[in-house]
């Protein structure tokens, strides 16, 4: 979850980012990384694209 | 964009437009060291905004590759502005500014190509009356750049190089008009983003920029000192600023992206 979280992260607001969240992200449940993807991709690539980019991180929690 | 963006611009442009009707300087007024302002910040904008990146992301690749244009062509600027005002006896054409002009053609492409491949454009989810709409603003264009400034740009009298930089520049300019309607596809799918905003920005640069070039064009590739001119330059220095401020609003958006969670990591 983490691994796919911060690769999306990636993707969109770079390396730098990322790791910082690496480290938000350490401890934190599935919910709390899902509310703050959703939080800053919704503001960055607008509510549809976040939409379907956050469905694959779910995606690949469940495989 | 922000209202006080446009302002700036508005304002910028007004105080450019009053320094080029007070300080016109043989032989074009481009000579101003004012119009060096906008290009050069351009790239220096650009090259902070990649760097936050870092350069190994997807959209990382792309905002670093569209910067190395900015760069390119803020070079030529200043390699313009030098042979023009400081060694004007090595000013020939064509000259290492145009190679510089030519260099970030190709840089804007596959920027604006992985911007593409990165948003994932559906092609068949695209609004229809707006792809009409670019298409036919786009083929306008396409005219007026392929006889202005390709088939007319070139000169049988010339030598091979001339020719090749002036059609290549040409060419350069059709590149450019694809490559704004790519940039309006992918803004598409940003629908309601920041990363909207950007894009649109950058389409909206690359057309003032196409449109200056038709005017340079239209007007027979000859300088003189009229409102005609001045109006082109603003074109190009309008370009130049909204691809600076077209980065500048990512660079601000991510950084306080990136100081928002180091300040939910500091609380934790």
Redesign the interface.
């Known amino acids: 979850m983490h691994k796919a979280a911060l690769d999306l992260i990636?993707?969109?607001?770079?390396?730098?980012?990322?790791e910082?969240?690496a480290?938000?992200f350490t401890g934190e449940p599935d919910s709390v990384i899902i509310t703050?993807i959703n939080e800053?991709m919704?503001?960055?690539?607008?509510?549809?694209?976040?939409n379907d980019e956050i469905k694959k991180v779910m995606e690949h929690l469940a495989l | 964009m922000k209202i006080r963006t446009i302002l700036f611009l508005a304002i910028f442009l007004a105080i450019s437009a009053a320094y080029f009707l007070l300080f016109p300087k043989e032989p074009f007024v481009a000579d101003g060291a004012l119009y060096l302002i906008a290009p050069v910040a351009a790239a220096l904008i650009a090259l902070y905004t990649s760097r936050?990146?870092?350069f190994?992301?997807?959209?990382?690749r792309a905002m670093l590759l569209i910067s190395g244009g900015l760069v390119c062509w803020g070079i030529a600027e200043i390699i313009t502005y030098v042979l023009n005002n400081v060694i004007p006896d090595a000013n020939t054409f064509p000259s290492l500014a145009n190679a510089f002009i030519l260099l970030a053609f190709p840089l804007f492409g596959a920027g604006i190509y992985q911007g593409f491949i990165?948003?994932g454009v559906k092609l068949k989810q695209v609004n229809k009356s707006l792809l009409a709409a670019v298409l036919s603003v786009s083929l306008i264009l396409t005219v007026l750049v392929a006889y202005f400034g390709v088939y007319l740009a070139y000169d049988p009298s010339a030598d091979l190089l001339s020719n090749i930089v002036t059609v290549g520049t040409g060419i350069g300019d059709l590149v450019l008009i694809i490559l704004s309607l790519v940039a309006i596809l992918v803004a598409g799918?940003?629908?309601?983003?920041?990363?909207?905003s950007f894009w649109k920005t950058m389409a909206s640069g690359f057309f003032l920029f196409l449109i200056a070039d038709i005017m340079f064009a239209l007007h027979g590739n000859q300088y003189t000192e009229d409102m005609y001119e001045i109006f082109m330059e603003l074109g190009w220095i309008a370009a130049y600023m909204l691809l600076a401020f077209g980065m500048l609003e990512n660079y601000v958006?991510?950084s306080a992206?990136?100081k928002n969670?180091?300040l939910?990591?500091s609380q934790?």
């Open positions: 990636s993707k969109y607001f770079g390396q730098s980012t990322a910082v969240y480290e938000f703050s800053i919704v503001d960055y690539v607008g509510k549809e694209k976040a | 936050i990146y870092r190994n992301s997807a959209n990382g990165t948003a799918e940003y629908k309601g983003g920041k990363l909207a958006h991510l992206v990136q969670i180091k939910k990591l934790k």
